[in-house]
Structures are given as structure tokens and as C-alpha cells.
């Protein structure tokens, strides 16, 4: 999963980055709302997390930009902002999901998943695959009852393919999902991760097309 | 008596009482006179009528007749001294009086006499004032009771005038009374006479600075709350960091990360605290000369663990010890927000210049420094609370120049923003001197 963080607060966005870093979920995180449009412009998120007080452009502003271009990709709302007459100004103006500071680093996270399985249209965030049985709600990978542990990595690499199961992503695409802006890409290290799911899952889980990129099977 | 309606309804009917009595009182006046004429001219005629009668018998002096309204007495006297006639009995009759018209006191009241001498005969009229005296009452009376309904009008159109000039004042009273505690809108003015509009108009002026005053005490409530979410925001997520931290050295970020966030929340309650003393409503401050060289000594003290941290140099120039009127914590507060901004808004090993300057009996505290300087369009806009420019990133408060505007404006001081000489911003405040000293001293 790949989220845009929209936050001019630096100490705010540090934990945000923090928190969802360690939980595989790769973050770009701009600092105002010009920035923040020039990222929608050149990348693909899973989310956006969008802090409504921001410097230049308003952070209604932006959201109302992101769906008059039919932009939808799913946002939630961040900000201090918290009468009734602000959320709902918040909604109407395309926001999915509303968050009021100060929040729980749990609930922040929780949400988001909910926001992004919402989106995706599968409420039941169950993906399966012979033996193998994914929980993208749960982040449980079993095999034939048997749980099996991923790192934050693998996970983050896994669930982007479970996602869009017969899709291909390329190298770069889920590299993309891996890191933010902030990371550091090492050349190999999409093969070192695939490596080691396959190792876990099964040498025929993930497939390889090759020069172009990966894929799970469609069920 | 409290009521403006009923004291006056009482006081024009005092009035109107009055001028009835008054009134009364003339035309009685008016009716005695009157009846003394009329009656002084019907004793008169009777007595010349009385004289060509040849009354020498006695029997006139026992015969009755039917007597008239007035009571007038009749008494004839020959000049022997023996009275021949005399009309109707009385216990008391005046005796024979002087010729002509006089009054008489008996026993029995107040006697007017007119006597005649005539062929050895004097023949006198006598009637009782007292009678007279209810003639003319009578006759005041007849002619004063109109005014007892015309005087009941009267009191009926002044309570109404009262009472319907006085509405508005129950009106404004009336509103005043029931709206909401919090309801401070302007009582309206209409048809409300000029005498009483002069004082609702003072009345609204009074009440709109109340809104106004309230209405920036609940924006600033308000900001305030806002603005203390986003720091309260970063302490709770660095903590959940921290308890999160999996290794020793992610913790002890986690934990530096935690004491910025402490701190931060810390200065933004100080600045709150400092602005709202500052406010405007607040008890204004001891005036008393300050040096002003101190306050900023101190000030730069304040702000020297930053500045060396940040190796930004702080420059003194001419420095003149010159007193002015005000607090000095307060100034201080000032002139550190100064400081602290530019030397956070000076690049690494950058540099502040500060310096005192006199003229014209004008003080002129003067900081620039080195930075990114604020441009034309946000020079109005930083002096408002919580306004931030937009992509700083030295994560302030937003309130340092609200309070720096905020204590010149309660030292009568003048703020000015401009262009500095080392590239980045000049603050300029202009106040007046609190005693002709002018004793320049060498840069300290």
C-alpha cells in the first residue's frame, strides 16, 4: 500500500511516517497543497491523507481540485477542524473518511486499511490461492491453517499484488508501494523480497512475467 | 419613587390640581367682589327707596315680611333715638353706624351696614357678610364646575402622553430584559424620541464594543483550541512512537522527538499566555520608566542558548540608554519575540543586528537579520494571530508578532516591517522617550 501524507506539521508528519513505515506501508508525505497536487499529478496512491489546514492551498481546496478531475482515489481527512458544520464541509467536499487531531497512531492505521479495502471493493479482504489464504484486513497469511510470518517488506510487496490479483506491477511500481520518497531503493531489492515470499508461499505463488513484472494468480 | 411613568403622572396631576385651585380661589375672589358691589348697590337703592315713605308707624316694627334671599335688614330710627321700624328680628343688630357704608363686627359675624339720614329719620341696611359670602361661593361653584371634568380630562391625556411618550423606554427595557444572556445585538431606535435616542445610540455603542470585545475573545478561545490540537497531535503520536520503538536507538529518537514536542506545546502555552495578558481588556500594566537597554540585554539573553546552537551571530550597534514608559517584563517579552524570530529565521551562521537609537524624542529599537525576509503581501498579514508564512518551516506558534503588535500597541509604540541591510528582515519600533535623557552610551 502506498499513501500520499499531506501534512505541513513537521513533527506530525515525522510520526505519521514513523508509524506507517513500520507497518510496510510506503508513504510520500508533502508539506503543502501545490506540492501535494504535483504528486497526484505523477503517481498512482492507495490513499490520501489530507491535513485541511494547510499553508497556500486549503487543503478543501485541493480535495475539491482532486475530484473535479475525477481523481478518486480515496482521502481521509486530517484536522483539528471538528465542529459539524466543518466535517461535513469536509465530506461534501469529496473527503471519504474524517479524522479529528489528535488521534491514535491505531486508529490511524485501522482506518486507512478500511478506507483502502473499501476502495478496492473487496470487503472481505480475503484473497486464496490453493493452500494459501491472505487476510489484507487481518494481515494473516495462512497456510493450510498454519500461520505464516512476513516482514513488513514482504508484506507491503504482497499485499499490492494480492490486490489486483492477474494484474502485473512492475519493478517499479512495487518499489513504489515499498518506499516513499524518503527510502532508500536498493537495485535488487524487489527480487530479494519476491525471493523470499516465494520461499514462504510457494515457488509458484508469485509469478514472474518476464520484462514486465509480477503477478498473482486470479482466483 | 423609581418609576419616571408614575412621577411625572403625579407630578402633572399636582399640577392640574393646582391650577383648578388656583383658579378656584380667583373666581371666588372674583364673585366677592363682585356680590359686595352688587349688594353694597341693592342696600343703597332700598335705603333711598325707604326715605320718601312717610314710616312713622309703629306697627312697622312688629309687622314681618316675607323675607328676601339675601337677608337684608331694614332698621329706622327717628331722630329721638327711637327705632321705628325694623324688618325682620335678630337677636344682634348692628346700632346705628356713621352715615354711609361701613362694616360692623357683633356676636353673631361680620355685619355690612349703609346708613341714611333723612327728615329727621336715619334708615340703615344691614346684611350679614356671611350670606354675601355664600353668595359668592355659590356663585364660584356654579361657575368653577366645569372645571372638574375638564381637569380629569387633562389628568387622563397627560397619563396617556406619559405613558405613550415613555414606550419606548418600556420597549427598550422590555427587549433588554428578555434576550439571551449572550445576545448583544443593537436595541433598535425607532420611534424613539431624540432625547431618549441619544442614549439607546450610546447604549448600541456600548453593546457593539461588548460584541466586538467578546467576538475576539471567542475567535482567539477558538484559534487557541485549534491551534493547541496540533501540538497535542504530535506529543500523543510521539509518545505512541515511542512505545512502539522496537531497538534502543529507536527509542532514544523517539524520546528526543518527545521532549521537542513538549517544548513546543510548552512555548505555544506561554505565547497563549503572554498574548492574553497583553489583551487589550486585560488590566493595563504599571507604567514606569524602563531602561530600555536592559530589557533587551535580558532579552538576548534569553534567546542565546538558540542563537549559539544555531551559530547565528547576534550584532549590537549604537545602543542608546535611553528610558521609556511601560512594563518592562512586557517589553522584554517583546523584544525577545524580536530576536528569537530572526535569529530562527537566519541561516546557519547567519547574523542579527540590534540597536537602539534616539531622535526627536523618538526611541527606535531596530532588529534585522539575515534571513528569507517576509514579502510585501504577508508584511500585513504576520501581525495576525496564528498566521504562519506560508512554506516556513520553523514550526512557530504563529503568535510571536501578534504579541510584539499587541505590547507596542499598549506602549503606544509604532511597528514597522521592512527590508534589511543584511538581506533578511528589519523590524523597526518607533515609541516615545519616558524623560529627555539622552545620554548616548558606547555599544555595549
Known amino acids: ?83 459539524v458544520p466543518e466535517r461535513v464541509l469536509g465530506l461534501k467536499a469529496g473527503a471519504d473518511d474524517y479524522l479529528i487531531k489528535p488521534f491514535d497512531l491505531e486508529e490511524l492505521i485501522a482506518r486507512l486499511h478500511a478506507l483502502v479495502r473499501r476502495a478496492r471493493g473487496n470487503t472481505d479482504s480475503v484473497y486464496r490461492n490453493g493452500e494459501v489464504l491472505v487476510n489484507a484486513a487481518t494481515r494473516q497469511v495462512m497456510i493450510a491453517d498454519r500461520q505464516v510470518m512476513l516482514s513488513s517488506r514482504e508484506w507491503a510487496i504482497l499485499d499490492a499484488l494480492v490486490a489486483r490479483p492477474g494484474a502485473i506491477l512492475s519493478r517499479t511500481q512495487l518499489e513504489e508501494r515499498l518506499y516513499g520518497w524518503a527510502g532508500d531503493v536498493e537495485s535488487n531489492a524487489i527480487e530479494v523480497y519476491i525471493h523470499g515470499l516465494r520461499k514462504k508461499l510457494g515457488q509458484q505463488f508469485v509469478i514472474n512475467v518476464r520484462g514486465l513484472g509480477y503477478m498473482v494468480e486470479k482466483n | 419613587m423609581r418609576s419616571l411613568r408614575i412621577r411625572l403622572i403625579l407630578l402633572l396631576g399636582v399640577a392640574i390640581m393646582g391650577s383648578a385651585a388656583l383658579q378656584f380661589a380667583v373666581s371666588l375672589r372674583e364673585a366677592m367682589q363682585e356680590a359686595n358691589k352688587l349688594f353694597d348697590y341693592h342696600m343703597k337703592q332700598m335705603a333711598f327707596a325707604l326715605k320718601d315713605t312717610g314710616l312713622d308707624d309703629t306697627e312697622w316694627y312688629t309687622s314681618s315680611k316675607p323675607s328676601t334671599n339675601f337677608d337684608f335688614v331694614i332698621q329706622i330710627w327717628s331722630d329721638d333715638g327711637v327705632r321705628v321700624f325694623q324688618r325682620r328680628p335678630y337677636l344682634f343688630l348692628p346700632q346705628q353706624a356713621e352715615v354711609g357704608f361701613s362694616t360692623v363686627s357683633l356676636n353673631n359675624g361680620d355685619w355690612r351696614v349703609y346708613a341714611i339720614e333723612h327728615q329727621a329719620r336715619r334708615i340703615q341696611v344691614a346684611q350679614k357678610m356671611e350670606t354675601r359670602r355664600d353668595r359668592a361661593i355659590s356663585l364660584a361653584v356654579h361657575s368653577l364646575w366645569p372645571i372638574i371634568p375638564v381637569s380629569l380630562l387633562l389628568f387622563a391625556v397627560a397619563w396617556w402622553v406619559v405613558t405613550s411618550a415613555l414606550s419606548p423606554l418600556n420597549r427598550i427595557g422590555h427587549d433588554l430584559a428578555h434576550r439571551n444572556a449572550d445576545s448583544l445585538a443593537p436595541v433598535s431606535d425607532e420611534g424613539v424620541p431624540r432625547e431618549v435616542s441619544l442614549l439607546v445610540a450610546e447604549l448600541n455603542s456600548l ?84 531602561r530600555l537597554s536592559a530589557c533587551m540585554e535580558n532579552a538576548i539573553s534569553d534567546v542565546g542558548p538558540l542563537a549559539s546552537s544555531r551559530n547565528v551571530e547576534i550584532r549590537l550597534g549604537d545602543v542608546a540608554d535611553i528610558s521609556v514608559s511601560g512594563n518592562a517584563e512586557a517589553l522584554r517579552i517583546m523584544i525577545r519575540n524580536l530576536i528569537d524570530n530572526a535569529v530562527r529565521y537566519a541561516p546557519h551562521d547567519g547574523t542579527v543586528a540590534i540597536a537602539i537609537s534616539f531622535e526627536n524624542a523618538r526611541v527606535m529599537l531596530t532588529v534585522e537579520d539575515s534571513g528569507p525576509g517576509i514579502s510585501e503581501e504577508n508584511r500585513l498579514r504576520v501581525f495576525d494571530r496564528f498566521y504562519r508564512v506560508p512554506g516556513t518551516s520553523a514550526g512557530g506558534s504563529g503568535l510571536g508578532l501578534a504579541i510584539v503588535k499587541a505590547i507596542a500597541d499598549r506602549h503606544d509604540a509604532t511597528v514597522h516591517l521592512g527590508h534589511s541591510r543584511l538581506g533578511g528582515l528589519k523590524v523597526d519600533i518607533m515609541m516615545s522617550a519616558a524623560m529627555a535623557e539622552t545620554s548616548e552610551s558606547a555599544p555595549a
Do not use: C
Not at chain 1, 30 to 51: I, W
Not at chain 2, 249 to 257: D, E, K, S
Open chain 1, 1 to 83: 500500500m502506498k499513501i500520499l501524507l499531506v501534512e505541513d506539521d513537521v513533527m506530525i508528519g515525522e510520526n505519521i511516517q514513523i508509524a506507517l513505515d513500520g507497518e510496510g506501508i510506503a508513504i510520500d508525505w508533502v508539506r503543502d497543497g501545490n506540492a501535494a497536487d504535483a504528486a497526484l499529478a505523477t503517481q498512482t496512491y492507495d490513499a490520501v491523507l489530507l491535513d485541511l489546514g494547510l499553508p497556500g492551498k486549503d487543503g478543501i481546496e485541493l480535495l475539491r481540485a482532486m475530484r473535479t478531475r475525477s481523481d478518486s482515489t480515496p482521502v481521509m481527512a486530517v484536522t483539528a477542524r471538528d465542529t
Open chain 2, 207 to 290: 453593546l457593539g464594543r461588548m460584541a466586538n470585545a467578546l467576538r475576539s475573545q471567542q475567535h482567539f478561545v477558538a484559534d487557541a483550541a485549534h491551534e493547541l490540537r496540533s501540538p497535542l497531535t504530535a506529543l500523543k503520536l510521539q509518545l505512541q512512537t515511542l512505545t512502539r520503538a522496537k531497538d534502543e536507538a529507536a527509542r532514544t529518537q523517539a524520546v528526543a522527538r518527545l521532549q521537542g514536542g513538549v517544548e513546543r506545546a510548552s512555548r505555544l502555552v506561554e505565547q497563549l499566555l503572554a498574548l492574553a495578558r497583553q489583551d487589550p481588556l486585560s488590566d493595563s500594566p504599571p507604567q514606569a520608566p524602563v
